[in-house]
């Protein structure tokens, strides 16, 4: 189990850091634009549809793995404050199989459309040029398989009685 836990581990912050550089990437690309259009009067191309195309994608949906996995969704704990361990335990286990099948589900549909996407060679024009668009359909599934991933490891964890990742950095 400990090797399990320590390979959703890597993986997620593989894909937290991934997520980091895109922020580093959006950064410069944007101050870049700002630049050349100040300076030079020239802008760099296709920065709008690689922000909304690609950067956007990969911010909003590869940490997703993460937040999963350091237990950092939003949740109300009012209720579950008044019970004990036990049935804190037992609705962590519930909660984590309807967000696994909620996951696989995301994870199936989003599939079919990537593939739909890279068989027809999806993209976008900007001056002229053709940008390939489906790739980043594929962020999508991977954040959710990787999510689902993560929501097995924890009910693993539950059954097994091994503390979860709560508030870990």
């Excluded at 189990?1 to 593989?14: F, H, K």
């Excluded at 050349?36 to 950067?55: G, H």
Aim: net charge positive; glycine share 4%.
């Amino acid at each position: 189990m400990q090797w399990l836990e320590r390979l959703t581990d890597r993986i997620v912050m593989t894909l937290a850091l991934l997520g980091t550089l895109g922020i580093i990437a959006i950064v410069l690309h944007i101050s870049l634009d700002i630049v050349m259009r100040t300076t030079i009067r020239v802008s760099m191309p296709a920065t709008l549809e690689m922000v909304t195309r690609y950067y956007m994608i990969l911010l909003a949906l590869m940490p997703l793995g993460w937040v999963e996995w350091k237990n950092r969704m939003i949740s109300v704990e009012v209720v579950t404050d008044l019970f004990g361990a036990a049935f804190k335990r037992w609705l962590d286990v519930v909660i984590a199989l309807f967000s696994l099948a909620l996951y696989l589900l995301f994870t199936w549909a989003t599939w079919d459309k990537a593939v739909d996407q890279y068989n027809i060679g999806a993209y976008v024009t900007t001056l002229n040029q053709r940008l390939p668009v489906w790739p980043t359909y594929f962020v999508l599934p991977l954040s959710f398989g990787l999510a689902a991933f993560v929501c097995v490891v924890r009910i693993l964890q539950s059954m097994t009685g091994r503390p979860l990742n709560s508030a870990q950095d």
